[in-house]
């Protein structure tokens, strides 16, 4: 078992910790304050090549991967959770067409997915549906050539800014009732609805899509009928679950470097408060933190990259690893004293980003059911 | 070029100096490296100090140098020397070297200083040592050279056992221009002949103008101004300074607050950290929330008129004194300094 | 055109602060510190990079280092460059500016001819400065140091704008030649994910003393001119000098240290 990454994953980690603090660092208080979308990063970021990480090579991706993946998140995350965020769902929005989609549809979308000349996401949720995504009340009817689509989702990461979108939607009823569709935003019927505005991820734009009879050629179904919720679900409680564990490492990294560097410097008693024991065990629970998050992150990307069964292991991954970043907000805020509640210091944006990797790609207790669902089998 | 043999060193006697100037102007660390070239020459028993120049119409700058401390003058002098070139300069001092056979030579650490001095010490195999802050004579006669590494963190003693001249490059200020003397001593012309290899560069413009820096991160130069600025129209002087020394004004938190600033330069634990080679502080206290941003400057002035004032236990130079005095004199010797070359 | 890079990876930084002087050797001890590509090393390569963009060539990447620098040559192949070289032997170790220059000189004559040497203007540690102009000297091409715009003149020369203290000044120099670069010269491009996939597929040569044809007494310890004698660590405490009195007074003594700051 060796737990060194290789050269080539150092490699990429540098690199992206360069692009992350040269690029992205000084775009985060313009991001904060405006909440608007950073498109010249996102366009910046496609040149790196990193929108195609998860595609492969013959489809115009790197192909590097999932554990390559996951550095990449937690590189960018330690800078700014946001613009991991809306990288972790550019690669959701290639997965599902990567590993469900036909030659075809591979060959169409894949290729400009990889380049950033078209953006993807993924849309399940609705006001009816999250952790039971068998509650969406979206439908889609065929009609002769299309499916025409009916409904709204909600709460969509980057639901305004794709171009191309994994839509679940019903198609008959039962477990087998759900399709999956690639929807362009260009399509007859398709609209922007509502604009979240939320008390973190800023400049990471989340929005309500609405179908108004949105017409969706018939090519653009993904899998067979009846798919729906093997795509969306393999996609969320893969690619997604280990988007918000990189995310969550991002965070825990910023978190003890913030909280190590204002320790240091200030002085209580003579001497600087890292010398104080309370603050050191907040310090070693924070470092605790982010290994173990690791280690399970980790484990669990390279399990995908071997194509063995993952999910469990990227449930405890996600749950352990987006619960610790909560944790870890909390202790650097509370490290910083009064400082950390004033917005020029950054720990309070890491504690108000961090609240929502537990609710998504599947809340805290939807991982646990999972968990148990596994040990209650495995450990008879 | 033949290595200089161990035991030959001791034909080697005496210190030459090279004297940067530009345009018929002495630059001032040149004075300052005879000072240097005297005060060891003293404790060689008082060895020769000689005094290269290189240029066109130079002849006029010998008595100067002569004043300062140079025994002796060499002057190679030719319209085509009239700009700094690397090949012919080093060509026609490392003849010099050759024939003089100086123990110790000196050079300034100035941009083109150093470019000369590494082609010399290469060109000669002889030891070269960079950007100097002490030389001094120790028990066995050679010149101990220390020097800076891993940004100052690391002093070093430098010593060139085997091979001569000692070279090394000064930083200007470490040393000062001595008092003026009877400037008694001799003057050689040094034949100079211009070779096809010294052609292969010609210097086709040569600007003052430095460019102002564009962030405060990247300055070399950095004036902060603080709370004790009082008011927007005295904040111009912070400004004034900055730009006489082309450098990026930087302040405070309560100059931000006033808006005299924007938070592009505020420097500070929640702001930027700068690394200049000087800081100067104008009307700063020197709280802890913002020098954590300074201390890695090179050279920190701190200019308050509080002598109890914090940012004093940060500097390197402390003036006690009203910044609206102080700051209009300085602005007024920098732009001197510029106009005379 | 053919462009060779010359860096230096050195201890990070940013670590800087674990760097231990060992009391009874007077050794440095740097174990554990990772050595970087300094951002002076990234500007040379971009030079380069963008200089091959305009005119075609290639760029190779050199460094006179211990094995552990082979990833910092790896980052300049993912940089773009298209081979690298790593000069190394125990031989090297101690090797000062003279000894450096030298070796590098005779890997960059075995690597092959070359229009354009470029090197950053100093090194994150030793920062002497001086190894380009030395190299140069080695090389016996002419040098233009602390450039900050260069442009090739059909193939055979270059115009660079070279700064000195008090402005800059813009030079002809034939080719083949060697320049330096500042920080101002450029803005290094970042490394892409394709950047990190083909600099495993690019050559990547390691060189012994032996194979340069160096004799161990020429270099290293031993054959360079300098010795380091005593090495210290300063109190990093601010010696506060304090001037009171009239300002008119104080002028000079304001004036000689901004001169010591920056010349």
């Given at each position: 078992m060796d737990f060194q990454l290789s050269p080539q994953l150092e490699l990429l980690r540098k690199s992206v910790r360069e692009f992350a603090e040269g690029a992205i660092t000084p775009k985060v208080q313009h991001m904060e304050e405006t909440?608007?979308?950073p498109w010249d990063l996102y366009k910046e970021m496609a040149k790196q090549m990193y929108?195609?990480?998860?595609?492969?090579k013959e489809f115009?991706?790197?192909?590097?991967g999932n554990l390559a993946r996951m550095i990449m998140l937690e590189e960018i995350g330690r800078v700014s959770a946001a613009m991991a965020m809306a990288t972790q769902i550019f690669h959701m929005g290639t997965a599902s067409i990567a590993d469900f989609g036909n030659d075809a549809q591979k060959k169409k979308y894949l290729p400009l997915l990889a380049r950033g000349e078209r953006l993807g996401t993924i849309a399940v949720t609705e006001a009816t549906g999250?952790?039971?995504?068998?509650?969406?009340q979206t439908t889609a009817k065929l009609q002769g050539d299309s499916y025409v689509l009916n409904g709204r989702k909600c709460f969509i990461t980057h639901g305004h800014v794709a171009d191309t979108i994994t839509i679940m939607a019903k198609t008959?009823?039962?477990?087998?009732?759900f399709s999956a569709f690639i929807v362009?935003?260009?399509?007859?019927g398709f609209k922007l609805g509502r604009k979240e505005r939320k008390f973190?991820?800023?400049?990471c734009n989340t929005g309500e899509i609405v179908m108004e009879n949105c017409v969706v050629p018939?090519?653009?179904?993904?899998?067979?009928?009846?798919?729906g919720l093997k795509v969306s679900m393999a996609t969320i409680s893969e690619v997604g679950r280990a988007g918000m564990a990189g995310c969550g490492l991002g965070v825990i990294n910023a978190c003890l470097e913030a909280s190590v560097k204002f320790a240091n410097q200030r002085m209580l008693g003579g001497k600087?408060?890292?010398?104080?024991q309370a603050i050191q065990w907040q310090i070693s629970d924070m470092y605790m933190d982010l290994e173990a998050s690791r280690l399970l992150a980790y484990r669990a990307s390279w399990m995908r990259d071997q194509k063995m069964r993952c999910d469990t292991d990227m449930a405890m991954a996600k749950y352990y690893a987006t619960e610790a970043a909560v944790r870890c907000a909390k202790k650097a805020v509370d490290v910083h004293g009064?400082?950390?509640?004033?917005?020029?210091?950054a720990v309070q944006r890491y504690y108000r980003d961090s609240e929502i990797l537990i609710a998504s790609a599947g809340t805290s207790e939807i991982q646990r059911i999972v968990m148990a669902r596994k040990a209650l089998t495995s450990f008879k | 070029m033949p290595p200089i043999k161990?035991?030959?060193?001791?034909?080697w006697k005496g210190i030459l100096v090279f004297v940067e100037q530009e345009e018929g102007c002495i630059a001032e660390v040149s004075f300052e490296l005879l000072t240097a070239a005297r005060e060891l020459s003293h404790k060689r028993g008082s060895v020769q100090v000689g005094a290269v120049v290189v240029g066109h119409?130079?002849?006029?700058l010998a008595q100067d140098l002569l004043a300062y401390g140079a025994d002796r003058v060499f002057l190679a002098d030719h319209p085509s020397l009239q700009k700094y070139l690397a090949l012919p300069y080093t060509r026609l001092i490392c003849d010099l070297v050759l024939r003089e056979k100086p123990e110790i030579f000196l050079l300034p650490a100035t941009s083109l200083g150093a470019d000369l001095a590494a082609r010399l010490a290469a060109r000669l195999k002889t030891g070269l040592s960079a950007h100097c802050t002490q030389l001094d004579i120790n028990g066995r006669g050679e010149l101990t050279q220390v020097v800076p590494a891993f940004g100052g963190k690391v002093m070093a003693t430098i010593l060139?056992?085997?091979?001569?001249?000692?070279m090394a490059t000064i930083r200007p200020g470490v040393f000062r221009r001595g008092e003026r003397g009877e400037g008694q001593g001799t003057v050689e012309g040094l034949p100079v002949e211009i070779e096809?290899?010294?052609?292969?560069?010609?210097?086709l413009e040569v600007h003052w103008e430095k460019k102002p820096a564009q962030t405060i991160e990247e300055a070399d130069v950095v004036v902060a101004g603080g709370a004790?600025?009082?008011n927007p129209e005295d904040w111009k002087w912070v400004q004034e300074l900055a730009n006489a020394l082309h450098g990026a004004v930087g302040g405070t938190r309560p100059p931000l607050d006033e808006g005299w600033i924007s938070e592009e330069q505020m420097i500070g634990q929640s702001g930027k950290t700068v690394r200049p080679k000087l800081y100067i502080g104008v009307g700063i206290s020197g709280v802890i929330q913002h020098v954590v941003g300074i201390q890695d400057a090179k050279v920190i002035i701190a200019i308050n008129?509080?002598?109890?004032?914090?940012?004093f236990q940060s500097a390197d130079l402390g003036a006690v004194a009203d910044f609206r005095k102080i700051v209009p004199l300085l602005i007024e010797e920098l732009g001197k300094k510029s106009n005379a070359g | 055109m053919n462009i060779m890079v010359c860096v230096k990876p050195a201890p990070d930084p940013k670590r800087w602060d674990s760097i231990q002087l060992d009391?009874?050797?007077k050794a440095l001890r740097r174990e554990g510190i990772p050595s970087v590509l300094g951002p002076l090393d990234k500007r040379a390569l971009e030079e380069g990079l963008r200089l091959k963009e305009k005119h075609g060539g290639k760029v190779a990447a050199m460094a006179m280092a211990p094995p552990s620098a082979r990833d910092n040559l790896v980052e300049a192949l993912a940089m773009g460059a298209d081979e690298a070289y790593l000069l190394s032997?125990?031989?090297?170790?101690?090797?000062d500016t003279w000894a450096t220059s030298l070796v590098l000189s005779r890997g960059i004559q075995k690597a092959g001819k070359f229009d354009l040497v470029i090197c950053g203007?100093?090194?994150?540690?030793?920062?002497?400065?001086?190894v380009g102009a030395q190299l140069a000297e080695f090389l016996e091409i002419p040098n233009v140091g602390r450039v900050v715009a260069v442009e090739i003149v059909e193939g055979e020369s270059l115009r660079a704008r070279s700064m000195v203290e008090l402005g800059d000044r813009i030079l002809d120099t034939s080719l083949p030649a060697l320049i330096t670069v500042t920080r101002e010269t450029n803005t290094p491009r970042f490394t892409s994910l394709l950047g990190v996939i083909e600099a495993e597929t690019k050559p990547c040569v390691s060189w012994s003393a032996a194979d340069l044809g160096?004799?161990?007494?020429?270099?290293g310890f031993r054959g360079s001119p300098t010795q380091t004698g005593d090495i210290f660590m300063p109190?990093?405490?601010?010696?506060?000098?304090m001037l009171r009195g009239e300002p008119e007074g104080m002028i000079t003594e304001i004036l000689h240290k901004i001169r010591q700051a920056i010349g």
């Open positions: 909440d608007e979308v929108l195609g990480i998860l595609i492969p115009g991706g790197t192909g590097l999250g952790s039971d995504p068998t509650g969406i008959g009823e039962g477990p087998k009732g362009e935003k260009s399509f007859p973190g991820l800023h400049g018939k090519e653009n179904l993904l899998g067979n009928e009846g798919d600087s408060i890292s010398q104080h009064g400082y950390g509640y004033m917005m020029e210091y | 161990l035991d030959e060193t001791s034909e119409e130079i002849k006029g060139c056992p085997a091979h001569r001249p000692q096809p290899g010294d052609l292969k560069q010609r210097v004790g600025v009082g008129n509080d002598p109890n004032a914090a940012i | 009391p009874v050797t032997d125990r031989a090297f170790a101690g090797s203007e100093w090194s994150l540690d030793g920062s002497t400065g001086h160096i004799r161990p007494e020429e270099v109190e990093m405490k601010r010696k506060a000098e």
